[in-house]
């Protein structure tokens, strides 16, 4: 219990003040191909939404776009008060939206601590960065352990909760998740879960994209279902587990 309640307190620590995402009209292209086709939908401050579909549905397209990582286009799309359709994808973090992308994406050459420092290079390098790092390590003891060991030396599931500490560091009040759970055993996606929802009851906004539906809705307040690059479904968690096509497509029901 006293572990828990540190690594909860760990967490609140390293969040910041979350703002409305609004994203109304979402397209996106590849060449001839359209990926997303009219997206819309809201993230309120402190809401966890989650994305589930099929490969190809176009979950990750979406994702990328927001972030500014894709081109696209919309009617409108905006975090607080900034348009995000004229905001390069690098200032993101300076606005306060952290990225965990698929794949984790670390460092390998890096000590698991450069890793975590390089996650806040948009602020000041003060004591506070030290003091950040220490609140990571609290919610991951295992990083803690394994700071001075290369990056490229952790499993896939210590890599993923590396991903997740150096999103942290930035001091977010938006995350956004792209499969989390890709590749990881059944106990190391309970951890991840578990951390999810500690950073969700922190008052921290949550944009999740995942395959896995069931980890999916113990993670999230609100769900949309993707097919073919359009919103197909959406509704509260409550709602969609009691949905008869999401239960036999994404619940296995």
Known sequence: MRKAAQQEQAADRLTGTPETLHVEGLQVHYGGVQAVHGTTFDVAPGEAVGIIGANGAGKTSTLKAVLGLVARQGTSMRYGGTDLLRTPASRMVRLGIGYVPEGRHVFPGLSVEKNLFLGAYVRKWDAAIKEQAAEVYELFP?????????????????????????????????????????????????????????????????????????????????????????????????ELRTDPDVRRIYLGI
């Open 142 to 238: 295992v990083l803690g352990e394994m700071r001075s060991r290369l990056a490229g030396a952790l499993s896939g599931g210590q890599q993923q909760m590396l991903a997740m500490g150096r999103a942290l560091m930035s001091r977010p009040s938006l995350m956004v998740c792209d499969e989390p759970s890709m590749g990881l055993s059944p106990i190391l996606v309970e951890d991840i879960l578990s951390v999810l929802q500690r950073l969700h009851s922190t008052g921290l906004s949550i944009l999740l994209v995942e395959q896995n539906a069931r980890l999916c809705f113990e993670a999230v307040d609100r769900c949309l279902v993707m097919e073919h690059g359009q919103v197909v479904k959406t509704g509260q968690v409550e």
